[in-house]
């Protein structure tokens, strides 16, 4: 994936997450997915030791259902007039690799 493409991914996650997550619930950041120094990969080892899930997407529309299928809560929103918008999961690629556990 081009680095631009890969920005647009990155940036259209973004504003899923911040859609979509309870910010009170949830906490999220992004992070290389190559450790630069032995701090981050010291990081990233002890939250898989403390039962961190970890997910490599290659698009926002995969990390959003990995996210879901992984059980985070979806926010409900509830537009005036009374209508309600709820997360719908995309229809992803078939036979991609589009997300996968690490």
């Known amino acids: 994936m081009a680095r631009r493409e890969q920005w647009r991914e990155q940036a ?8 979509w997550l309870e910010p009170d619930r949830t906490f999220w950041t992004t992070t290389d997915p190559v450790a630069p120094s032995v701090t981050s990969g010291a990081v990233r080892e002890a ?4 039962g961190a899930q970890w997910w490599v997407c290659r698009s926002a ?7 879901y299928e992984s059980g985070v809560p979806f926010r409900v929103i509830v537009h005036e007039g009374g209508t309600i918008e709820c ?3 995309p229809e992803l690629p078939v036979g991609g690799a589009e997300a996968r556990s690490a």
Do not use: V, Y
């Open 12 to 19: 259209k996650l973004a504003r899923l997450l911040d859609k």
């Open 47 to 50: 939250l898989l030791r403390a």
């Open 61 to 67: 529309n995969a990390a959003m259902c990995m996210l």
């Open 87 to 89: 997360w719908q999961h």
